[in-house]
């Protein structure tokens, strides 16, 4: 990592966003990582930063950009296999929770949880139900494995875990009746809890996934999160992939392929909804019933993100026309300030716009102009700290949350190799 950093400075020419850069890429390792052993094996316990729990899908994204490193560094190995490992275990004790303890026994010491009417098992730090922490589990399990090739974390656990994955996810299409998972809380917040005794909004039964909230922790209007499935899509036949090739476990790689067909099949009938200019976009949320939502949040999975989750090509047409109505005033959370234009979302109110979404516009465009001023933004943006932050006001980036958020810091340091590599001369010339 350091001699990446290093080769970093000669490749950006503005000092400022290598300064970025040199901050936010080790942040991770450097302040959210507890290494340690678990049933005799390693264990990684990966806080979010300012919240000392280990989320799903945080946890995943945050170290996913080390993974280049990861076949000449047996320390970053280790740190991998120990995180897939309590990823495994925090699957085991409950694949519906999206956050988790680092004591297993223990019971969630969040204040907000403690009162939240679900099943709450020790370990356990909150049960939001969102399809995607378990997708960004199969990623960096299947990214790793591709990366160096070790089959180690993957052992008899981690498949017990895989199979309760796919059967969750099953559950959730909820075929057969609402399923076991019902959440509420007492909250002035609408979107902390569920409607409908805790089942959240009345759905068509036609083969897609309920997500009861998004990934960013704010509930569902209508249960069917399409980015989500999306990636759900793509996890499942990573699943596949990794089960028939690591295992030949035949039968789950056959389930997986089955489950992400049914799933393809129904977002080609109800994912899409009229753009009102006579053609198709992605919707955000949908119901089965015909209803649809647009909008987009800055977290990820985002309709803005599809291609750099794999759920397509960022050239496609759908997709192409999807992105043209998120980066603009058809949807409610985009935001033009003063500081920057971008997408945020409901979690921290309107006008703040999120640096994540920032980044993602940039690792989704190969339009050099479109890239350059989305880092002029992030190098205008962070408030003097040399961090990225949760979000940061649209006409004041002095306003802004979370100062200790690893995930964006991970995913901005992302970006720069992503661009080191694909646009070198972009980050040979100063940004003014």
């Given at each position: 990592?350091e ?36 049933d ?59 956050a ?26 909150e ?25 180690v ?44 005794d ?14 009861m ?26 699943l ?69 989750l ?38 921290v ?64 340091g ?19």
């Amino acid at each position: 990592m350091e001699a990446v950093i290093r080769d970093a400075r000669a490749a950006i020419a503005d000092p400022e966003l290598y300064w970025l850069f040199q901050n936010c890429y080790p942040n991770t390792l450097d302040t959210t990582v507890s290494l340690g052993s678990l049933d005799g094996g390693p264990d990684a316990f990966v806080i979010t930063g300012d919240i000392p729990c280990l989320w799903l899908r945080d946890s995943s994204a945050q170290v996913w950009p080390y993974l280049p490193l990861a076949r000449r560094d047996a320390a970053l190995r280790h740190l991998y296999q120990g995180l897939i490992r309590r990823q495994t275990r925090c699957i085991l004790i409950d694949p519906y929770a999206n956050a988790f303890s680092r004591d297993t026994d223990a019971a969630t010491p969040l204040s907000w949880a403690k009162e939240d009417m679900t099943e709450m098992k020790p370990g356990v730090a909150e049960r939001k139900w969102e399809v995607d922490s378990l997708c960004h589990v199969i990623r960096l399990s299947h990214g790793y494995w591709r990366a160096t090739g070790d089959t180690v974390p993957f052992d008899a656990a981690w498949r017990q875990a895989m199979a309760q994955v796919v059967r969750t996810f099953r559950e959730q299409q909820r075929l057969d009746g609402p399923g076991p998972y019902r959440f509420q809380r007492a909250s002035e917040t609408p979107s902390d809890t569920l409607p409908l005794d805790g089942y959240g909004a009345p759905t068509a039964k036609v083969g897609l996934i309920h997500s009861m909230f998004r990934p960013s922790d704010d509930a569902c209007v209508l249960p069917f999160l399409i980015p989500a499935n999306l990636f759900a899509v793509v996890s499942l036949r990573q699943l596949a992939d990794m089960t028939q090739a690591i295992h030949g476990d035949a039968d789950l790689a056959t389930d997986c392929g089955a489950l992400a067909d049914t799933v393809v099949a129904a977002l080609a009938r109800h994912g899409r909804m009229a753009d009102g200019e006579g053609q198709e976009v992605w919707a955000y949320e949908v119901d089965g019933f015909g209803n649809a939502l647009f909008l987009d949040d800055a977290n990820v999975p985002s309709l803005l993100s599809l291609p750099y989750l794999g759920c397509c090509d960022a050239r496609d047409p759908l997709y192409r026309r999807t992105r043209q109505r998120v980066l603009s005033g058809r949807n409610p959370y985009f935001f033009r300030g003063r500081a920057a234009e971008g997408v945020g979302g409901p979690h921290v109110g309107l006008g703040m716009i999120w640096p994540m979404s920032l980044i993602v516009r940039a690792l989704t465009s190969d339009d050099d102009a479109e890239i350059r001023q989305c880092l002029v933004w992030l190098k205008g943006t962070h408030a003097g700290t040399g961090f990225m932050h949760e979000a940061f006001g649209q006409d004041d980036p002095g306003h802004f949350t979370r100062p200790w958020f690893a995930w964006a810091n991970s995913l901005f340091g992302e970006l720069i190799l992503d661009l080191m590599a694909r646009k070198p001369a972009l980050l040979r010339q100063p940004l003014t």
